[in-house]
């Protein structure tokens, strides 16, 4: 992880924003979830349409009303810039689940670009775009592997 910022104080503890994020999404806690994201965020994800805050909540409010194994998500922090009141990460993400046996899969992978900006709650997300390895439906994967 690169950190040039002045002194690591100055920035966003991001370990602790992102573990909020993960501790909220583990327990279904739409509050804590939406509490590391600025009102006026923008999300940006291939294949959806960017969302809004108020979309964002409805969007993890369906995610945890849904029935079915959710993912457990951990990071890794590859970059981090911050400047007065603006910070950037750079970081790759991972979903596993056990989907009710022994065993784990990874289903999800893919890295994330997050703005921060300090404001009076403390540093806060203010635009995500996440980028996936792949983002092609299960069909156009099949048929990009028979090509080959």
């Known amino acids: 992880m690169s950190n040039r910022s002045a002194a690591a104080s100055d920035g966003p503890n991001i370990k ?7 501790e909220g999404y583990d327990n279904g806690d739409l ?8 009102p006026g965020v923008i999300y940006s994800a291939p294949c959806y349409p960017d969302k809004n805050y108020a979309e ?6 369906f995610d945890f009303d849904r029935s079915g194994a959710r993912p457990h998500w951990s990071f890794t922090i590859e970059f981090m810039e911050s400047s007065g009141d603006l910070a950037v990460v750079i970081s790759d993400w991972q979903g596993h689940t056990d989907f009710g046996t022994r065993l784990q899969a990874q289903v999800h992978h893919f890295r994330s670009v997050d703005v921060l ?19 092609s439906p299960p069909a156009a994967k099949a048929r990009k592997k028979r090509k080959k």
């Open 117 to 135: 900006r300090r404001g009076a709650d403390g540093w806060q997300i203010i635009r995500t775009v996440n980028q996936p390895d792949d983002c």
């Open 31 to 38: 509050k804590e979830v939406m509490s590391v994201f600025d």
């Open 16 to 22: 602790k924003i992102f573990g909020t994020w993960i």
């Open 56 to 61: 964002l909540k409805k969007w993890f409010q």
